[in-house]
């Protein structure tokens, strides 16, 4: 996988948030600030103009000038919390111009360890580390055993969407929605279901 791999993954991103910007922005009017949609959708565009002016040379490269990009012009807690995941991958990867099956769960699990140490979240508290946390697992687990890599990446946003609709019976302990106690029942965390897009993004990336 290399950089223009990585492109290909942030542009698929942004096209995914723009198309699902008001079911992300659905999703957090129950238990948010009903913005999510529309920061997401303002930051890749952001990230999609920062490529194309300074286009990188390496996976990490582009990796960490999105995540920079999405902590300086996304708000809320969503441009924090995606910048980190995203520059920490970067900051895994490094200069190297090609990163393999194993690079990359490596750079997720540093994302899921950054995104841990931002929020103070963990699994169940209802918020995107319920989808990208078992989607790093899966990605380790799938590259350990050998499975090629388009099948590998199929099993972490299957393990993604799965920990998403996971979110929707559990009461939030992080973030806004946690003000709202036990009326966050029964919504489906914004976060958790924006980062099963993403990982989306990255499957298709490896399928086309």
Same mark, same amino acid.
């Given at each position: 996988?290399?950089?223009?791999?990585?492109?290909?993954?942030?542009?698929?991103?942004?096209?995914?948030?723009?198309?699902?910007?008001?079911?992300?922005? #659905? !999703?957090? @009017? %129950?238990?948010? *600030?009903?913005?999510?949609? &529309?920061?997401?959708?303002? /930051?890749? +565009?952001?990230? =999609?103009? #920062? !490529?194309? @002016? %300074?286009?990188? *040379?390496?996976?990490?490269? &582009?990796?960490?000038?999105? /995540?920079? +990009?999405?902590? =300086?012009?996304?708000?809320? @807690?969503?441009?924090?919390?995606?910048?980190?995941?995203?520059?920490?991958?970067?900051?895994?990867?490094?200069?190297?111009?090609?990163?393999?099956?194993?690079?990359?769960?490596?750079?997720?699990?540093?994302?899921?360890?950054?995104?841990?140490?931002?929020?103070?979240?963990?699994?169940?508290?209802?918020?995107?580390?319920?989808?990208?946390?078992?989607?790093?697992?899966?990605?380790?687990?799938?590259?350990?055993?050998?499975?090629?890599?388009?099948?590998?990446?199929?099993?972490?946003?299957?393990?993604?969407?799965?920990?998403?609709?996971?979110?929707?019976?559990?009461?939030?302990?992080?973030?806004?929605?946690?003000?709202?106690?036990?009326?966050?029942?029964?919504?489906?965390?914004?976060?958790?279901?924006?980062?099963?897009?993403?990982?989306?993004?990255?499957?298709?990336?490896?399928?086309?």
């Amino acid at each position: 996988m290399d950089t223009r791999f990585f492109t290909t993954w942030i542009e698929g991103i942004a096209k995914a948030v723009a198309e699902n910007r008001e079911h992300l922005t #659905a !999703l957090d @009017a %129950a238990i948010g *600030d009903a913005d999510h949609g &529309a920061n997401l959708d303002r /930051g890749f +565009t952001a990230v =999609r103009e #920062a !490529l194309a @002016a %300074a286009p990188p *040379d390496s996976p990490g490269k &582009a990796l960490t000038l999105t /995540g920079t +990009t999405l902590i =300086r012009k996304v708000g809320g @807690a969503s441009g924090p919390l995606y910048g980190t995941a995203f520059r920490q991958m970067g900051s895994v990867l490094g200069s190297a111009p090609d990163v393999t099956p194993s690079d990359l769960a490596t750079a997720l699990e540093a994302a899921v360890a950054g995104v841990r140490k931002l929020g103070g979240a963990t699994e169940g508290d209802k918020t995107l580390l319920d989808a990208l946390a078992p989607a790093a697992g899966a990605l380790r687990r799938a590259v350990q055993n050998g499975t090629k890599t388009e099948d590998a990446l199929d099993a972490a946003l299957t393990a993604a969407r799965e920990g998403a609709r996971a979110t929707i019976p559990l009461q939030a302990r992080k973030g806004r929605a946690s003000y709202l106690g036990e009326r966050s029942i029964g919504h489906e965390d914004p976060g958790a279901a924006s980062t099963v897009l993403i990982l989306a993004a990255l499957r298709d990336a490896a399928g086309g």
